[in-house]
């Protein structure tokens, strides 16, 4: 059973560019979350999807958008990439049903830089 | 505003040793609180949760214990194994939104 899987694992990017992040939950699970590591702080939740639309967002500006598809696989979005966009990008997908333990299952996240 | 503060960042324990880890909390809201384990370029293992009306909720060599009136949960890990040194992140749930501190890095010494 795979796990959450989540491509690229690194890539480069200039300032003012675009960039898609891509995510494909845990089997069975059909809620995706989006959290940001910037170095040395704990992660940031960014959104959240289910049944293909956003539920909750954190504070993180519009250049942040995201989606997900009828698989419930997910992609986050920037635009007009700032330097401070560098940071580790982690999905994160929860089992269907009610939220028992709170547990979320994490990929080994995506690390972006912005050059 | 800092939801969920862990004040150390690091903390050094002898193998066999007891590791606590503390964290402590403002956001009244949480319904749940999770530590999260993270090797370098790997993504957060969950480790063990408590609900918010518990006290003491133990795995194995994993034990929380939350103290709500003093908003401060904590870490045992008894005995410390080397496979433990990682960065621990503390966590508070509100709407299956998960709120994380900055981390402690254990470094167990064999």
């Known amino acids: 059973d795979a796990g959450v899987t989540q491509s690229p694992t690194h890539l480069i990017k200039t300032r003012g560019q675009q960039v898609t992040l891509r995510c494909s939950p845990k089997?069975?699970?059909?809620?995706v979350s989006w959290y940001q590591q910037a170095l040395g702080q704990g992660p940031q939740f960014i959104f959240q999807?289910?049944?293909?639309?956003?539920?909750q967002r954190g504070n993180f500006p519009d250049r942040f958008s995201g989606h997900q598809f009828p698989n419930y696989s997910s992609e986050l979005n920037v635009n007009a990439l700032l330097l401070g966009d560098s940071a580790l990008y982690l999905c994160?997908?929860?089992?269907?049903?009610?939220f028992g333990t709170g547990e979320l299952f994490f990929g080994e996240g995506s690390r972006l830089t912005v050059l | 505003d800092q939801q969920v503060k862990q004040n150390s960042p690091s903390l050094s324990v002898q193998e066999g040793r007891i590791s606590i880890l503390n964290c402590d909390y403002t956001?009244?809201?949480?319904?749940?609180f999770l530590w999260y384990k993270k090797y370098p370029a790997e993504g957060p293992t969950f480790l063990i949760s408590?609900?918010?009306?518990?006290d003491k909720n133990e795995d194995g060599r994993f034990t929380v214990f939350l103290n709500k009136s003093a908003k401060h949960l904590s870490l045992h890990i008894v005995p410390s194994q080397p496979g433990d040194s990682a960065v621990y992140f503390c966590?508070?749930?509100?709407?299956?939104?998960?709120?994380f501190g900055t981390g402690t890095r254990l470094t167990i010494i064999p």
């Open positions: 089997s069975g699970h059909d809620t």
């Open positions: 994160a997908s929860i089992p269907g049903g009610p």
């Open positions: 408590i609900s918010s009306i518990k």
């Open positions: 956001n009244s809201m949480f319904d749940y």
């Open positions: 966590a508070g749930t509100e709407d299956e939104k998960l709120t």
């Open positions: 999807y289910y049944e293909e639309e956003e539920r």
